[in-house]
């Protein structure tokens, strides 16, 4: 489905900030990676080669469009200005914080590390919303801030120096006129707010072994028919909807907020029409900024809040489009924003990183069965088994699995293209095994899914929406502004 983006404001010319490589040492320790020597470094791995030493993959980024530099700074509060010249206020987009900078050589020990490299070291997914703030000398400037699961995450904004992200915008199907993606826009805004006060994030189990509930189109509307129950349903409704949304099987972790808030804003318009006799009440606690009055985000009352037009219908009626409850073809039916991961896509993702074609099968097989070995663990994490024992049958069939891929890997096939074919039935296997199930366990919205849309790597079959990489944030103190 091609698509169409909001479009950029008009003084997004290009960089403003160029990288100082001696600050860069200062902030982080790249351990036997030595010193970064290019921009790019800071967003690659290292994997080993053949023969000793290792080899640069360009994992975060796209060779083919280089990296644009995004200066932040809290020191700056929201007055993020570099941000603000790419998001406008109103906006949503999405930050992907990762320690890639950190962690560049893909060699992890310890369960932790384990952890972090099965998800590209990307470890959080904060919001960001763009808004209007009031300007130093008076009147109303752009500015930006972000929203997260927890709520206090980061104080409302962009976090550490050691802690970078990579922004990413949404992007909206060519057949929605600009003026209706304005509208979905609000919405998602709204409804991020929404669901940021009143969902819970997964203290202990956040890492993968926290379900992704919310399958399908219609288990996102039946959350949001909760959500809504909480905020201005009768005393009765409030207390089983509030209780409802603490069970352990309807917690929200960091990415799953932004997965929530953007399928509920396209399929879930906060109008008259849709919401019948709750619309008043949905409006009064927008317009009082009631749903927000509590949010332990300092910079939660300046994001706008606004219910939705009575024109404004769910994306699946403007795109002509029936959505699906998912099936053994498709594990998400059809209607999402996005398409979440499965185990298929993970062992997919670093299956791809040893470029086997090119090192030939020889060299290539023992590399990339000892990485696959390594991040095995956090494979049984991700889909949902990290609580389970050996003896568990589900994690005996995923244990047995995983030893056919590894042995798959480790020997050599009579060519590249013999190995993608057997590879092929395997990976099926996969997703038949370890594929979602309807309580939500083998799925997953990890931070690092969002960056694989945006370079095209997953599987885009099902979604209706996209997200696109706008830039690399960097801290301005590792920065030096141009001229």
């Known amino acids: ?29 790249r351990g036997r990676a030595g010193l970064a020597r290019s921009v790019e470094d800071l967003f690659s791995t290292a994997i080993p080669a053949p023969g000793g030493g290792y080899r640069k993959i360009a994992t975060h980024y796209d060779p083919s469009r280089g990296i644009n530099v995004i200066a932040y700074d809290d020191a700056w509060g929201p007055r993020q200005g570099d941000i603000s010249r790419y998001f406008r206020p109103g906006e949503v987009f999405i930050c992907v914080k990762h320690h890639k900078p950190e962690y560049p050589i893909l060699d992890a020990e310890g369960e932790e590390a384990v952890r972090s490299a099965v998800k590209f070291d990307a470890t959080h997914v904060s919001v960001g ?23 206090s995450y980061g104080e409302g904004l962009f976090g550490e120096r050691h802690y970078p992200m990579i922004f990413l915008r949404l992007t909206f199907p060519a057949a929605v006129p600009a003026a209706m993606r304005a ?36 288990a996102i509307r039946q959350l949001g028919d909760r959500l809504l129950e909480a905020a201005v349903g009768t005393f009765e409704q409030r207390h089983a909807a509030r209780r409802w949304l603490r069970q352990e099987a309807n917690l929200i972790y960091c990415s799953e907020l932004a997965h929530v808030a953007i399928n509920l804003g396209i399929h879930y318009p906060l109008s008259r029409p849709v919401l019948g006799e709750r619309f008043a009440a949905v409006q009064e606690a927008l317009q009082t900024h009631a749903v927000v009055e509590d949010n332990e985000n300092p910079y939660a009352n300046s994001v706008a809040l606004k219910s939705a037009p009575e024109s404004l219908r769910p994306i699946a009626e403007v795109l002509g489009l029936t959505p699906t409850e998912p099936s053994a073809g498709r594990p998400f039916g059809e209607g999402l924003a996005l398409r979440p991961m499965t185990m298929a896509d993970l062992v997919r993702e670093y299956v791809q990183l040893v470029p086997r074609e090119t090192w030939g099968e020889q060299e290539a ?83 690092h899914c969002w960056l694989l849309h945006a ?20 801290h301005n103190d590792i920065l030096e502004r141009r001229g």
């Open 365 to 447: 097989a023992p590399i990339q069965a000892r990485l696959f070995r390594m991040i095995r663990l956090g494979m049984i994490t991700q889909v949902g088994l990290g609580r389970t024992t050996a003896g568990d049958p589900r994690r005996q069939a995923v244990d047995r699995l995983l030893d056919a891929f590894e042995v798959y890997l480790a020997t050599p096939a009579a060519s590249y293209q013999a190995f993608r074919e057997g590879l092929g039935p395997l990976l099926r296997e996969a997703a038949a095994i370890a594929g979602p199930r309807p309580d939500g366990t083998g799925a997953f919205m990890p931070p």
């Open 129 to 151: 919303v763009g808004v209007q703030i009031a300007g130093p000398e008076g009147g109303q400037q752009a500015g930006a801030v972000t929203v997260n699961n927890p709520q």
């Open 183 to 218: 509208m979905y826009m609000d919405n998602i805004r709204t409804w991020l707010m929404i669901a940021n006060a009143f969902t819970n994030f997964p203290q202990e189990h956040y890492d993968g072994d926290d379900p992704l509930g919310t399958l399908s189109v219609t």
């Open 455 to 474: 370079l095209g790597r997953l599987p885009q079959a099902g979604s209706v929406m996209g997200v696109e990489v706008v830039g690399y944030g960097l």
């Open 1 to 29: 489905m091609s698509e169409a983006t909001i479009s950029h404001p008009p003084d997004a010319t290009g960089p403003r900030y160029v990288v100082d490589l001696g600050k860069v040492a200062q902030v982080w320790d």
